[in-house]
């Protein structure tokens, strides 16, 4: 074997492939759309408040979407999937716009977010053991909202059977400071939307930014 030979079967398996995440199985893997929808011609953001009996992060803010299944072909099919049944629209209402910026969290989380348009009328129907309400914000409220930005800190502790024989001898045995990540908070009247949420908010308004080219009345 040479050289030759291993740069040849490198290229035939890595030639057009999309990178990916080789450690994704230690995440949290969700999918979610932020919806566009038009509010009495008014281009507007729709939210969801998550219901008060689920045991994960009941009554947060949060965009409709939700956990990557073994079925789910793509995270693009889990996040429309999760969206259809969240909020009682039909699939044919949603029209997906484009991928934005995936998302890795400090505390093992690992989004897809996916741009997409509803045309369906409001009020929608929203399955009631998972959406508490729906509500929207208007488009032109986020271009001109500043988040408050507070910052979160995670450290990490080694576990018992941890091999500190393999390490330096000074490598610290107590939990150690890992990193410090911002957290942001958008306020629309009594709705707080922050966290994961808020971050993906955030990549959105940029993007819509960028497309607008500066112009952002809408």
């Not at 929608?124 to 508490?132: F, S």
């Not at 890992?178 to 908010?201: D, E, M, N, S």
Request: glycine content about 8%; overall charge negative; charged content about 20%.
């Amino acid at each position: 074997m040479n050289s030759d030979t291993i740069r040849k079967a490198l290229v035939s398996v890595l030639h057009g492939q999309a990178g990916k995440f080789a450690n994704a199985e230690d995440y949290l893997q969700s999918a979610v759309t932020v919806p566009l929808i038009d509010v009495d011609g008014e281009p507007s953001v729709l939210f969801e408040v998550r219901s008060g009996k689920l045991n994960r992060q009941p009554g947060e803010i949060c965009f409709p979407g939700g956990r990557i299944e073994a079925h789910d072909t793509s995270p693009l099919q889990a996040a429309l999937r999760e969206t259809v049944e969240e909020l009682g629209v039909k699939r044919e209402k949603i029209q997906v716009l484009g991928t934005l910026d995936f998302l890795v969290s400090p505390i093992g989380v690992l989004i897809y977010p996916y741009a997409v348009h509803i045309s369906a009328a409001l009020p929608l129907a929203p399955n009631a053991d998972e959406v508490a309400e729906v509500f929207t914000v208007p488009l032109d409220f986020l271009f001109a909202a500043k988040p408050r930005i507070a910052s979160m800190e995670m450290a990490t502790k080694p576990l018992a059977g941890f091999p500190f024989d393999l390490l330096p001898p000074d490598y610290p045995q107590g939990y150690r400071r890992r990193a410090k990540y911002p957290l942001l908070f958008y306020q629309y009247k009594h709705y707080v939307i922050w966290g994961l949420t808020a971050r993906v908010l955030a990549n959105f308004i940029e993007v819509c930014r960028q497309g607008l080219g500066g112009d952002y009345s809408v």
